[in-house]
T-cell receptor, first 109, second 116 residues
Framework: LAKTTQPISMDSYEGQEVNITCSHNNIATNDYITWYQQFPSQGPRFIIQGYKTKVTNEVASLFIPADRKSSTLSLPRVSLSDTAVYYCLALGVDYKLSFGAGTTVTVRA | DAGVTQSPTHLIKTRGQHVTLRCSPISGHKSVSWYQQVLGQGPQFIFQYYEKEERGRGNFPDRFSARQFPNYSSELNVNALLLGDSALYLC???????????????FGEGSRLTVL
């Protein structure tokens, strides 16, 4: 299985940028890295996906360095509703999907 | 369009019993995967199916099994339940055949299993 490591928690204030880094070892060389958001009692929800360099969509940016040993999710100008658990997901060299343990982001007013 | 639907939403079983969880994917999706999420932890991959064939399996004992039907719905079966099987079981559907992390996984709300 891929080994994915994320910070357990991060605190922020409304309007700030939040950056969450996930370290991933033993991931497949030809597959994507994906980030999901999860609220209590709900299934995870897709945020963004990338392979290398930087990807941006309407809610987040994702930066993956050339060695693909980590990825950083950037949430610009967070609001209270962004309080959630964020997971990175990668495919291991054994072709098994592996979620990180998740980062609890708490946004305060 | 309906999202991924799972049933039952909650259930309570006792040790040694068997449980069957069901999942209906989004219309048009041929891939279904199952995950176990213990409270406070990330989802753990159990199985992935595409076109009724198993395409991936996580590190779970043989007590866990699954299948996919011609209409692409899926069942997860767990035999000889243990206390440690208490968790939220999530089903996700996607277009992609896997094993792959390509594309978006669409998750259901999960089935919360409590084993007493």
């Amino acid at each position: 299985l891929a080994k994915t490591t994320q910070p357990i928690s991060m605190d922020s204030y409304e309007g700030q940028e939040v950056n969450i880094t996930c370290s991933h070892n033993n991931i497949a060389t030809n597959d994507y890295i994906t980030w999901y958001q999860q609220f209590p009692s709900q299934g995870p929800r897709f945020i963004i996906q990338g392979y290398k360099t930087k990807v941006t969509n309407e809610v987040a940016s994702l930066f993956i360095p050339a060695d693909r040993k980590s990825s950083t999710l950037s949430l610009p100008r967070v609001s209270l509703s962004d309080t959630a658990v964020y997971y990175c997901l990668a495919l291991g060299v054994d072709y098994k999907l592996s979620f990180g343990a998740g980062t609890t982001v708490t946004v305060r007013a | 369009d309906a999202g991924v639907t799972q049933s039952p939403t909650h259930l309570i079983k006792t040790r040694g019993q068997h449980v069957t969880l069901r999942c209906s994917p989004i219309s048009g999706h041929k891939s279904v995967s199952w995950y176990q999420q213990v409270l406070g932890q990330g989802p753990q991959f159990i199985f992935q199916y595409y076109e009724k064939e198993e395409r991936g399996r996580g590190n779970f004992p043989d007590r866990f099994s699954a299948r996919q039907f011609p209409n692409y719905s899926s069942e997860l079966n767990v035999n000889a339940l243990l206390l440690g099987d208490s968790a939220l079981y999530l089903c996700a559907s996607s277009f992609f055949q896997g094993p792959s992390n390509t594309g978006e996984l669409f998750f259901g709300e999960g089935s919360r299993l409590t084993v007493l």
